[in-house]
């Protein structure tokens, strides 16, 4: 931290830094000497420093630090002089909305640079992300960085200022000032966010400042002064909250002003509750709060017509005739009907809180729930003299609705005077606060107040009524909306009617099976029929029969009972489906409706902007045409007057004379003169050019004697000068001599001085430029192993990068070659499998063909020998061979044996030796296929003898 003796160094300091550009050096160097403590006494110089403090805060948005030096500042000079903290914050002010306007002025799209919802967050992730990535920025982006940061950095001056100035009851015109700058900036920028909480801040401020009362400065709300300037603070608030359509912030603004008005028990001026008013009613009917919209224009009027001296006799009528719609368009029936007590206290004080906002005085222990309502605003209307100001239309409109009785021809008399009311309205000259009136927002709330009172009349009269008749009789709607608007208001037991569908009828009354007045009847008739019924129809007292009726009945009731359920579930089906028509009608008419009212609003609109349009060039053509005759008859007055002529002057006969003939009488006039002046002018430039030629020729002469004079005069000055500075050059030459003779005995101390001097600097300077070497020097070898440090380690990540892939690789390979593998050794062992199976299936065949050629010898008769050649051999009895096989034990086939037991039987044929017998049943062939299913499944292959008797050259191994 730097330390000064004086304030003017400090600055001083500053202003050098300021000029080698190191302006964050000098803004610290002042903000040191700012918030020191040495420095407590006020001084002009302390100004200067603030001056040049707040001028780097804003150069370089130092919010934070414009806040601190501001803080400091206004402890130094609170008691002593004020009026420079004044003149300091209203420099910094000026300062931002300067570099402010700068920035907005340099960007070419406003509108896309101050896209921002919220001023006070902080960059997003993603738009920092882009703005790295990004190389070149768009012209949107680019925008966005100019033109924000200076607009954040204005919302925090005047957040700044107003939490200065809020305690200081001396600069309380200051902190209005900054709080109207404040709003105008949210109100030309469209700043809603920041608008609530600029207000959120303000409301704030009146709550600390009431909390806290023991403050040394704090302003008195007490005095006028102050009262006056925080209403008008409050009333702009209210003022910029409706023009920005934030009708909840405005509301809370009216909140504030009632609450000032509380506090110190004193009602403003009467121009500023006008205001109060005239936002009052523009709020509650943008709530659809109608019957407070009705009881603030009540108030506005009552304030215009005792304070307002200008109001015409016009703008009175249209005033009241504003009122007394207000007052019908409130709906004639209360919503609290059925309510709970929870709600009707609610009501109850919200009636209350509202009477209060509005001005109502209400006694407090009445006990009624309709402290305002509607008939009671209308008979108030009534005994304060408003009806007696409205228009005719609004009058007899007012008879029809509240006091005539014409249930068949109420609808059509109500419909012109609504169309003659809906084109009343225009500018109010003498009410500044309400600029421009229009009734033709009260006539859809007077329809529907038209149709209930029609349905109220009706119901009176008639008990039931066709829903066509009822339809023609409301032209404002169609049957669906006047349903809906009757539902309403039976729900709320304005009137009481059903609609029958079915029979395309109303039905007006309580018809209701379940009401009091039949249920009584209903019972007394059931039991006496079911008395009659037994008189007539004695029970049965056979229990045998009951018994046998029994379970039909339940049969009869269960099958009642689902009827009855699919019944229910048709109805509800059907009222379904008939709400969901009811409610795609609703919204056909109602895009229609939008549609249509869209169409006559553009065209409206058209028809009035060229009728606008024709006026205006209307008006142009005849100023202009009024300019150029007063502009002739100007001209000709003044060419009449300085004509000398006086007989010969023209007679202007008023208004017989056109335009065009006073713009020709003008133009002559002006040509003659011009035509005169011109030979006045001729003659005169002749009359000089001889009196100037002459006077030359008199004044050559005189003028070479006086040249002649003026150079030996000038020869003898030049001479004497001349010997005055030979004479001032050798009296110098004689001083500096005798100087040099004074001070020639300390040259060798200066020499030496001077050595040193050098010396001592070269010896700095040296040590200087070995350590910024040493320093250079270490930074390159630092950022040298970073660089290998950097370089091995991408190394490391490649090489490890390229291993991983080259085993990733080498896996997939291995893999590949295992699968490549495997199929081919799968193929070879299922190609061998077929092979085996194949050759299976030719033995067995072979076998079967066998077998079929034994059984079909076995089937032949024996060979007679007679048959046999005389030379051939006679075989040998067959019944040796049995007994020799017996006898050597060999094997003798079944057949044989049997011969051998049966004689005369025929012998068997001879065995194939190279072909086993087998006498096993034939599902062995099923084994073999199911074995080698399972061995080609890929199973082991079974160890039996059938797999085993097959040689490799397909013969036995026996």
């Not at 609004?394 to 012109?416: I, R």
């Not at 709320?492 to 018809?511: C, E, P, Q, T, W």
Request: aromatic share 6%; hydrophobic share 35%; proline share 4%.
């Amino acid at each position: 931290m730097a330390t000064f003796a004086k304030p003017e160094n400090a600055l001083k300091r500053a202003e050098e830094l300021i000029n080698v550009g190191q302006k964050q050096a000098a803004l610290q160097a002042l903000h040191d000497l700012i918030t020191s403590k040495r420095y407590r006494a006020w001084q002009k110089t302390l100004e200067r420093i603030m001056f040049k403090y707040v001028e780097l805060c804003v150069d370089m948005r130092k919010g934070r630090f414009a806040k601190d030096g501001l803080i400091q500042y206004r402890i130094v000079c609170q008691q002593v002089n004020v009026n420079s903290l004044e003149e300091v914050i209203k420099h910094f002010m000026h300062l931002s909305t300067e570099k402010a306007e700068q920035a907005r002025s340099q960007a070419q799209a406003l509108e896309e640079a101050l896209d921002v919802d919220d001023l006070e967050a902080d960059k997003r992730p993603e738009d920092l992300m882009l703005s790295y990535v990004s190389g070149e920025k768009g012209k949107d982006r680019s925008d966005r960085e100019l033109v924000t940061p200076w607009f954040k950095f204005l919302w925090e001056t005047y957040r700044t200022v107003l939490e200065i100035l809020r305690n200081n009851s001396k600069l309380e015109t200051l902190y209005a000032m900054t709080a109207h700058r404040a709003f105008q900036f949210c109100k030309q920028y469209k700043r809603t966010t920041e608008f609530r909480r600029l207000c959120e801040i303000i409301r704030n401020h009146l709550a600390n400042l009431n909390k806290y009362r023991d403050q040394r400065d704090r302003p008195d709300l007490s005095s006028p002064e102050s009262l006056q300037l925080y209403l008008d603070t409050r009333f702009e608030q209210l003022k910029i909250a409706n023009e920005l359509k934030l009708w909840q912030e405005a509301f809370r603004s009216v909140e504030d002003i009632h609450g000032l008005m509380c506090m110190v028990k004193k009602t403003p001026k009467p121009s500023l509750m006008v205001i109060y008013y005239a936002k009052l009613t523009e709020i509650f009917w943008v709530s659809d709060s109608h019957l407070y919209h009705a009881y603030a224009w009540f108030k506005l009027f009552t304030f215009q017509k005792s304070y307002n001296k200008n109001l015409t006799q016009k703008d009175l009528q249209l005033i009241a005739s504003s009122v007394v719609l207000a007052a019908l368009s409130v709906t004639p029936y209360a919503h609290t009907y059925g309510a709970s007590h929870l709600e009707l206290e609610n009501e109850k004080d919200r009636n209350s809180r509202m009477a209060s906002l509005i001005g109502f005085n209400l006694d407090p222990k009445r006990e009624s729930r309709e402290v305002l309502s509607r008939s009671s605003l209308l008979a108030e209307l009534v005994s304060k003299g408003v009806m007696t100001c409205v228009s005719q239309e609004v009058k007899d409109l007012y008879h029809l609705l509240e006091h005539e009785f014409l249930p068949l021809d109420l609808a059509s008399k109500v419909q012109p005077l609504l169309t003659k009311i809906s084109k009343v309205g225009g500018k109010l000259a003498s009410a500044s606060s309400i600029p421009e009136l229009q009734l033709s927002q009260y006539i859809p709330a007077l329809e529907k107040l038209a149709t209930l009172r029609l349905l109220q009349q009706v119901s009176k009269v008639y008990q039931t009524m066709k829903i066509e008749v009822l339809s023609r009789m409301i032209p404002f709607f169609d049957s669906s909306v006047v349903e809906k608007i009757s539902v309403d208001a039976v729900k709320y037991n304005f009137i009481s009617m059903k609609v029958d569908h079915r029979k395309g009828a109303v039905v007006f009354g309580n018809l209701d099976l379940e009401s009091d007045r039949l249920r009584h009847h209903l019972t007394i008739l059931a039991e006496s029929l079911n008395k009659v019924k037994t008189l007539i129809y004695p029970p049965v007292k056979n229990e045998s029969k009951l018994g046998d009726t029994l379970p039909g009945l339940a049969e009869i009731v269960d099958k009642e009972h689902r009827r009855l359920l699919a019944r229910k579930s048709i109805i509800e089906k059907r009222k379904e489906e008939q709400e969901r028509q009811m409610l795609e009608m609703e919204r056909e008419e109602e895009s229609k409706r939008l549609k249509l009212q869209k169409i006559t609003e553009e065209a409206e609109q058209k028809r009035l902007a060229t009728e606008s349009t024709r006026r205006e060039e209307q008006r142009i053509r005849r100023e202009i045409e009024e300019r150029e005759l007063e502009e002739a008859q100007a001209m000709l007055q003044e060419a009449e007057k300085r004509s000398k002529k006086k007989g010969k002057k023209p007679v202007i006969e008023g208004e017989k004379m056109t335009k065009q003939t006073l713009i020709e009488l003008a133009l002559n006039e002006q040509l003659k003169e011009r035509q005169e002046m011109e030979k006045k002018l001729q003659k005169l430039a002749k009359t000089m050019d001889y009196m100037e030629r002459a006077k030359r020729e008199e004044e050559a002469s005189l003028i070479e004697a006086a040249y002649q004079n003026r150079l030996v005069e000038e020869e003898i000055l030049h001479e004497h000068e001349q010997q005055q500075e030979i004479e001032l050059s050798r009296q110098r030459h004689a001083g500096d001599l005798q100087e040099k003779n004074r001070l020639v005995h300390i040259l060798e101390q200066k020499k030496i001085f001077q050595e040193r001097i050098v010396h001592h600097r070269e010896a700095e300077f040296n040590k200087l430029k070995r350590e910024r070497e040493e320093q250079i020097r270490q930074l390159l070898q630092s950022k040298k192993q970073e660089r290998e440090a950097k370089r091995k380690l991408i190394f490391y990540l490649k090489s490890e990068e390229e291993r991983l892939k080259k085993l990733e690789e080498e896996e997939a390979a291995r893999k590949c070659e295992e699968v490549e593998r495997r199929k081919k050794e799968e193929a070879e062992r299922l190609a061998k499998l077929n092979e085996i199976a194949e050759k299976q299936r030719k033995r067995e065949k072979e076998l079967e063909e066998k077998e079929r050629l034994m059984k079909g010898r076995v089937a032949e008769p024996p060979t007679r020998p007679a048959e046999h050649p005389a030379g051939a051999r006679q075989p040998e009895p067959i019944a040796v061979a049995p007994a020799a096989a017996s006898s050597t034990g060999k094997y003798v086939p079944r057949f044989m044996r049997e011969r051998q037991e049966v004689p005369g039987a025929a012998p068997p044929p001879e065995p194939d030796r190279w072909v086993k017998q087998d006498d096993r049943p034939p599902q062995s062939s099923d084994r073999w296929r199911s074995d080698d299913r399972r061995y080609s499944s890929g199973g082991s292959r079974p160890s039996t003898w059938s797999a085993s008797r097959i040689s490799p050259r397909g013969g036995s191994e026996h």
